[in-house]
């Protein structure tokens, strides 16, 4: 797809904009003053792939301990700061490879220019951005009398808050900016962003805020950011869910690999039941999903591209003839194994499952081997 032009920014190692790829990122949750509680859970999501985390600093332990995190995780860590910009600046001390700051709530002018140069001399970007809970006093109320529409002024509030932090940002001489306008709203936050896509180069991070527990979370993020990332519009996503924050970075993964921006290596895809299903179908998905995921969590990097686990012969050889491998029930409980529509045996399904795990074990190698094999050629 034709991706938004959008300026570049560096997370650390991390490409933001610019035409990099989207990358994926959470918060961690246990308090950032622990540090070897918080480097472990660090650890954890980026072995799912996380590619930046954020960390909350609501206070100086915590803003202390930032030296080590940083030092330590194996992936960019953002400081999370509001209202206090010694936070911010002790977090600039410590290393941080990015911070999120809202220029309106950490003080005047003179506070927001001290954290802009500390990020400038440290070569680190500073997130700005608005969301619907915390607009300026009065602003969302003009808009709608202006235009009489609630999801338009909203849009537009949004649009209107980050532009004046940026403002701020800008008039100290900061450009290394990154922006957010988040709201709980699907179609307010799919309009800001649209708006501001069109009005501004700074690269976008993407969010549905307050999206709830994972069941709606992740159905209204796919919708909001999925929407987005269709049109091309993003550089960078979280899918906030009251939940653990694996489960932000799993949906997050797969939100980027359906809308074909990441490859799923391997892609598994699997039919709905019906009447003509004679075998453990959703048992045998949850299973190939499993087997997969504990080899990539583990640093394994799997070569098929495609594993189909089908209901029946009737979808399965023939909607599924470009899968490597693949499964389908056939007769009695018994299943049919085809590679590139083709059948080659028909076994029961637990044997049928150990065929499959050795294809997958196979295929897998180490990410890191990978990775160097790829260099070399």
Not at 195 to 211: D, I, Q, W
């Amino acid at each position: 797809m034709k991706r938004r032009p959008s300026n570049r920014v560096h997370v650390g190692r991390v490409a933001v904009g610019g035409g990099a790829p989207v990358s994926v990122q959470s918060m961690t949750n246990t308090r950032t003053s622990d540090a070897d509680a918080t480097l472990a859970q660090i650890r954890e999501l980026a072995g799912l792939g996380c590619d930046i985390i954020r960390c909350a600093v609501p206070d100086m332990p915590s803003a202390e301990a930032m030296r080590r995190i940083a030092a330590e995780s194996p992936i960019p860590v953002i400081a999370d700061i509001h209202f206090d910009w010694r936070l911010a600046l002790e977090s600039i001390r410590a290393g941080v490879h990015g911070v999120r700051i809202n220029p309106g709530n950490i003080g005047g002018a003179d506070r927001v220019r001290a954290v802009a140069e500390a990020a400038g001399k440290a070569g680190i970007p500073i997130r700005v951005g608005a969301n619907t809970g915390s607009l300026p006093k009065g602003m969302f109320e003009a808009k709608l009398a202006a235009c009489g529409d609630h999801d338009e002024a909203m849009a537009e509030s949004l649009c209107e808050a980050v532009g004046e932090q940026i403002h701020i940002l800008e008039s100290c001489g900061f450009q290394d900016i990154k922006v957010s306008l988040k709201a709980s709203s699907v179609p307010v936050m799919a309009a800001a962003y649209r708006k501001f896509a069109a009005r501004s180069p700074y690269p976008l991070h993407l969010g549905v805020t307050e999206a709830g527990t994972a069941s709606r979370g992740i159905l209204k993020s796919a919708a909001g950011i999925g929407a987005l990332l269709l049109d091309g519009i993003g550089d960078t996503i979280r899918v906030s869910l009251t939940a653990p924050p694996r489960e932000e970075v799993k949906a997050g993964i797969t939100l980027l690999e359906v809308c074909g921006l990441r490859d799923a290596y391997p892609e598994i895809v699997s039919c709905p039941t019906c009447a003509r299903t004679e075998y453990d179908l959703i048992g045998m998905a949850e299973r190939v999903e499993e087997l997969v995921a504990s080899l990539k969590a583990s640093g394994r990097r799997i070569g098929l591209k495609k594993i189909a686990v089908m209901g029946c012969v009737v979808n399965g050889p023939g909607e599924a003839k470009d899968a490597e491998f693949g499964l389908a029930g056939s007769k009695n409980g018994f299943v049919a194994l085809f590679r590139k529509g083709v059948p080659f045996a028909n076994l029961p399904q637990e044997e049928a499952f150990r065929v499959l795990e050795q294809e997958i074990l196979s295929s897998a190698s180490d990410a890191a081997s990978s990775a160097a094999d790829g260099e070399g050629t």
